[in-house]
């Protein structure tokens, strides 16, 4: 199957799905599909509410493409590649409709950062949640403020230090990155349905203002979420992360 970015809309309900056959990691052609179909989205007078979800059944977001990753060679192309996530989780910022999360199964790296972004998220048991960047040599500087604005940074921390372990659904609930968690995709696509179908009955002109509500004090990102990728764009010119990333190869 190839890579897609879609949008479907049914019942006012606008459905952004992402698909990659490598369990969902997200390229630079991907991240840009996103970023502009969420904006699409946003503007679109027949969408009261917005669903972000991707395809299959096993992995959510396994974050950043490696494949991209290992072929960095100069720090312009390093910045560029890490400003994907930065795009899109600013996409979601200052998207005036609100947007559910359905996360079917685990997500890593970027990924937590995409879950993090969302305005109410919904998972199953299966939606364990992992920051590896420190073990490869870099680290989640970009998605960070989103992370850690929905969990806090004890939590943030205590994932990024712990790079290679995966936290349980549960656990992603009880610190705050769920709202819900269900024992099957069934569940969790009947849940998501009902409330999206509840919220676009909602006044829209009040939507959009709890919304920016909820994202008070983040305006800086526009800048802030850049400059982070700046720094991971240099740290993944290191001998140290070269080498980590020739086993991906």
């Excluded at 998972?123 to 989640?140: C, M, N, R, V, Y």
């Excluded at 919304?211 to 004090?217: P, R, S, Y």
Aim: contains cysteine; glycine residues 8%.
């Amino acid at each position: 199957m190839q890579p897609y970015v879609t949008l479907n809309i049914k019942d006012e309900v606008g459905y952004i799905e992402f698909f990659h056959p490598e369990q969902n990691a997200m390229p630079t052609e991907n991240l840009k599909k996103l970023e502009k179909t969420i904006v699409e989205a946003g503007a679109n007078e027949v969408i009261k509410v917005i669903v972000l979800q991707s395809g299959g059944d096993r992995t959510f977001c396994a974050g950043a493409s490696f494949k991209e990753l290992v072929e960095i060679e100069n720090m312009e192309s390093g910045t560029q590649f890490f400003s994907g996530f930065a795009n899109v989780i600013n996409a979601i910022r200052l998207c005036p409709k609100l947007i559910i999360g359905r996360v079917q199964g685990k997500v890593v790296g970027g990924g937590v950062g995409l879950v993090a972004a969302t305005d109410y998220c919904l998972a199953t048991q299966f939606a364990s949640i992992k920051l590896s960047e420190l073990s490869i040599g870099i680290g989640p500087f970009v998605i960070e403020p989103a992370v850690s604005r929905k969990i806090g940074k004890a939590a943030m921390s205590q994932m990024t230090i712990n790079a290679e372990t995966f936290y349980g659904a549960q656990w992603a609930k009880e610190k705050g990155l769920y709202a819900g968690v269900y024992d099957s995709i069934e569940a969790l696509d009947e849940t998501v349905k009902t409330l999206a179908t509840k919220l676009s009955t909602y006044n829209p002109k009040a939507l959009q203002q709890i919304k920016q509500v909820f994202w008070e004090g983040t305006s800086h990102w526009d800048t802030l979420l850049l400059e982070r990728a700046k720094i991971s764009g240099k740290l993944v010119l290191s001998k140290f992360t070269k080498e980590r990333l020739k086993r991906f190869k």
